[in-house]
């Protein structure tokens, strides 16, 4: 079949890692490149073959030291401290289109939260933040209300309680993705408490994604904003 | 020493159980029958040591096949369906004082806040009972918020994702208990999911009991209510 | 304020329960009724209040004896017997628009990927439900492709080792929703082995809702497709 | 609705965070500052907007290397070590009024213990605090009764098998907030052991925070305090 | 090897059993059939086994259905309702020697208590069974401390928090055996909680079984009891 | 492709399954029956799918309720009681070959050695089956030695606290397969006590199974009794 | 009471901690100090108080470092190292009587076997340790038979998945104290592999202790080694 | 018996070690050293003890800072850093036989992979290794299917969901090993959902070993391997 015959041309193996540049057209987004555990070099190979290929990289889970190491091999490469993030325009991006909230319960999820808006616009979606709005004080998050009811897709991240998914899922009719994550102590257990909370929602229609994994939130907000694209 | 020799007497010895009649005075309460695993026979014989010792009586988790067989023994025995307890007024309650509210966040959970309910006002509280206000839909919560605000002490009953305490105890300076409910399924593993919201809630203050313990809930509030009468 | 008012006079009082009819309004959905742990009762006059509010009525989780019982005092209710759902049609329903696809990885978990479809189709969307299409035959999968392709929204409902989701959701760039169930056993854990693989796919954009919640699933997946919709 | 506005203005927007200084008139109290992973900056920014406001401020979770900078631009600040808290005054406290008790099973359970006083006299109330008197030696514990029986409201603090609150239970009518510690090895799981054995007392009455939540506990400890104030 | 004999013609095969007629000699007491699961065609097979080889028998776990149909083909069998025991004398007993005390928290935990009971006394102690004295009224306890103190071993079954063994353990210098039972509900996890808690006993010297495992605790008891018995 | 094609045209499309006809060929096995949650009529449907291909029907799983109504429709299956599965004979099936040990430590673990038995001979192998021979009486093993030994692939079945593949494991050098029953009680937690100890046993070169799942374990033997056939 | 006075009398008021100077007249042995988490300063404090009282002293879990800061100001105390352990002989010990076994399963196990040994020795018994006889060779374990079958009490530390006091358990008739170590990885989780296979040892009488607690099982051993002395 | 005593010279007594040399005559294979947690000195008196007995050393789990130590007294030994093992030919190996597959999901889970296909070299088979095809680009896979179906065994190693055991378990006929790898974040509990994933496998005869095995999942591809040589 023609279309194995070029998945299989787009492959390109660097022998500890078979590079999928047949994303794009599979996908709808290039490969995204984990970055924690793997060695600069190894991250440097992969950066190169999609660069060859045209396409556009965001690295996650990048530590300082890491981008340190690889931005003097690819000076053209920009680091989201908060968001721990490497990215590298290769091809021009599309005008950003319809937008996507990204909800923050505490200040200690931030990390978490500039990860997901951070791939969203990678993706792109235009995203509008929306900090420190825990439900120990909701008329912080009311005043935001018409800016989660417009929105295409709404990402809401919360670690402690996880309350915060339903409150909003209770007040707005948008698809709603909440981000569980490890911010808290003891019985928090390193975030299950607000991922079995966003599980347990009494708002209809939230799904959910791993602990701390806002790469994963931003992708399916961006995912379902392109819905909404004149095709 | 005195209080020893008084201790030992107020033991009712019927092989099975050691029934403490001291309570009252190092507790403040009559022992209470937790009755799920005793037979009827059993709890014949604790209420009859109860009440000859000219104490009131509250029995839970009673199922109403042990309560009728009981109350062929014990006509003048109250049950209570939707609390599943029984009662038996034998001296006379002191006046009902300051109040304590109970709110509930599901129908389901109606069993649980019942029996926390009538705990609270077998303590001697007055109690307000308001019902079926989960954070999906929180304008059911606020208009009750002047009668939270007026409670010695505030029982919150839910299941699900246990978010109701931590909305409340961002709105309200009263003393908190939260119960969570096993009302759910899959990842709600039978209440351990509000169990861990509530026990990491951004809401200070709140304390927490054992899923489904609407009866510990009550007499916690029950105690703390008594912290506000005139001595 | 306006809204305040409009909400509180939305609520329908029933003691046992506060309906909450200004849902539309907000949620884009009447309030859905989660039947289990609730007598016929109860549930009839939940259905009364909706129905005197000219709003349609989605019951999941009705055994075929609650059901019996209602349909007594209810003639026109509807039961969907694999799904376990009752529906009540009250008002027309808007022309069903995009198509959301649910697939279903083996027999067992028919009735979760049926109340995922009966719910997306209750909520305007149209649905093409593909059966027994598990891992261990991936070709019985490849030739739905095109179908997959062209969805809005993809709900996945797999038991097992829930593998399933990853696999689709490295062929499609479409968002998908992930549904674990309790079919399995020994390590299964009624669910969470198909659980803890779906939130740790290797493929981003999965989203991940509670076991055997078919429901949130097929609420979500009408969400996302009504962002498709013309305004 | 005037208090809305009230509420609104009384965000002190940080960027990283949204200071809510509307919390003493809700709550009683003014936010606390949970410092784990926040830095000596966004502490310091916290504290700024506080102190302009008239608020006292109570940082908890600090560590030595925190304090040492924060107290470079706010030297006034006092450290507390043991209970690893920052206070700084601000308002006049009203007199310390009724006594709440912190009882400490074990010398490693201190910091905790002390978090919970420190906590409980900030916000108003006498603290008596019994130190390291565990089960294994309960004359130790029985020479402290009378004190713990005037107290308006108990905190006990422990680490191990968690056994200290129910033998405290059996022997006083006073409210009882356990605190499990994270003291222990093995089996202990980090503070579940405890945890476990508080929710489970069979000493009606007692409630439980999080494992090592010395805060929640000294603030339910003051709230109950407050109950019996002259209004 | 001679002995290697010995044990190969000591076993009784029965074709679904192999029945090891050598543990006398190895163990000090014979094979012990555990009844759960099994037909009453199979115990009652096993029981031939052992009593044409002239040994004792004990049977746990014990339904009253299973045994209604082994006494009629075994009527010398001797059934212990609440133990849910068989016994059956074959051999004469040693007089039984030292004693040995099993402590019962509350009357759910009787019948655990007494399957250690008979089994300590089926393996040679004499046994002294003390009843319903859990720690919320340390006093019932306090009147048996000389029979604790002159035993050889105590047995100590509690369920709930699990708190009676550290409190007992410090007390008296035997050797402990702690038994969790299942008795509870919510996070007691059917014995998970009690289990951990004497598992972490801050008394030293305490031993655990397996939950609810009477048996293996009277075994141990009556295996250091023969310790004390003059050779 | 050409297989691509024949794998197309060996689905039977029933509605609620599409069987895979073409596992003989990808698979060296026809797919096999999980009956448990299958209705009668569904189960027949499938085996008469697989007669009409000439495959063999094995059907694990099967209650003796679902074999009665099967065997009205099919006569001609034949029911094996303690292993719970249904075979169907269509194609003769190969003559036997080396042979496989299944080794069962306990009288409650037969059932999931049968199906291990069952399966690989269904599969062709021949099988011996070693009964009762627990680590508690090792000589019961050692006399059955010889017979291990010679064995191609050996399967361990074991529940309580699953010791016997390590023991088994020190001794020979044959592939060994544990598979952990679900027999024990308490801390047993339905057989996660024997997975976790053959998981980690000592033994180098033991796999596992999921709890009860004999039917995997002798499946896996089967594959590695035809590693050892003349090609 | 007189015992109350004494028991009283007997606790050293340090501040942070209060020696329970009674316990060789209730235990049977001075206070144990557990030192992870004390500051040198503490327990020179408690070792201080404990010399005055002419008690002997043992302190576990002692890192190297701790012991040179407290050796300097108490420089007759002895340090072991493998087990990780201080003693201070102040007063002499009685002549050590009969002996206990420890058992050593692998090498990693060393240090908690030691410390075991060391406890035992402390409270008197003579020790012989069996050093790295796992069940993957068994007949390292064969010839140290004879010793163990004269012990009056054995002590078998293992790692893995702790099937050696199962073995042990079926070959002899002496009270045998299980101690699961936290040397594993994976499934492993630090000991809860071992610790839930030998709760569910097969072989009745084995008794448990907490992960890595050498000196439970030591001191228990020890107590049960006393029943044997002469009185 | 004869083979007793050849066990028992078998070993050799380093004291803290017992080296079991009758290994290869019963097992097939030398012991292997688990290096984690042993001094190099431990270390080093093994390999001299099995060097002297002429067999071939593997040793796992090695660090590089272990190797620098033990290659100074031993520096014939050989050190494979990626799978972090040593080597030490002493003995002629047998020449490479039959193939073993062992594939690699993802990059980071390449050193499990490698201890695989070492210890499968070690014990004699031949070894080919294919990495990173993970399910998110099964193309990856299917080009490599050939290599997979003529393998005596498949070790198949991977982290995240841990799916790839089940597709390539749907395409082969052969015995199939699957190891979970710790890779993973959040709720992947650094292991725990690809073990469970496996263990649920729908694809029959997948057996598993603990998370990061690759040592035994090597040791069991290679005894399979073995089934296939000529006697």
């Given at each position: 079949m023609n279309s194995d015959a070029q998945r299989e041309n787009a492959i390109h193996d660097l022998g500890f890692a078979q590079v999928d540049l047949d994303r794009p057209r599979r996908r709808g987004m290039p490969e995204v490149i984990?970055?924690?555990?793997?060695?600069?070099?190894?991250?440097?190979?992969?950066?190169?073959?999609?660069?060859?290929?045209?396409?556009?990289?965001?690295?996650?889970?990048?530590?300082?030291?890491?981008?340190?190491?690889?931005?003097?091999?690819i000076p053209e490469a920009a680091y989201h401290e908060t968001a721990r993030c490497l990215t590298l325009e290769v091809a021009p991006r599309p005008p950003a289109a319809g937008h996507v909230a990204v909800v923050c319960a505490g200040?200690?999820?931030?990390?978490?939260?500039?990860?997901?808006?951070?791939?969203?616009?990678?993706?792109?979606?235009?995203?509008?933040?929306?900090?420190?709005?825990?439900?120990?004080?909701?008329?912080?998050?009311?005043?935001?209300?018409?800016?989660?009811?417009?929105?295409?897709?709404?990402?809401?991240?919360?670690?402690?309680?996880?309350?915060?998914?339903?409150?909003?899922?209770?007040?707005?009719?948008?698809?709603?993705?909440?981000?569980?994550?490890?911010?808290?102590y003891g019985t928090h257990f390193a975030g299950l408490a607000p991922l079995l909370a966003m599980l347990n929602s009494c708002a209809p229609g939230i799904t959910v994604v791993n602990i701390d994994n806002g790469f994963g939130a931003g992708a399916a907000a961006a995912l379902i904003n392109r819905i909404g694209e004149p095709a």
């Open positions: 984990f970055c924690a555990g793997k060695t600069p070099d190894q991250i440097i190979g992969i950066i190169g073959a999609m660069k060859q290929a045209g396409q556009n990289v965001l690295g996650t889970r990048m530590s300082p030291e890491q981008f340190q190491a690889i931005s003097r091999a200040t200690s999820d931030l990390p978490v939260a500039e990860e997901a808006a951070l791939t969203a616009e990678w993706m792109g979606a235009r995203v509008e933040v929306i900090r420190d709005v825990g439900v120990a004080g909701l008329h912080r998050l009311f005043k935001h209300l018409d800016t989660l009811r417009r929105a295409r897709a709404v990402v809401v991240v919360a670690g402690m309680e996880g309350a915060l998914p339903s409150v909003i899922g209770g007040l707005i009719d948008r698809p709603i993705i909440a981000v569980p994550t490890s911010v808290g």
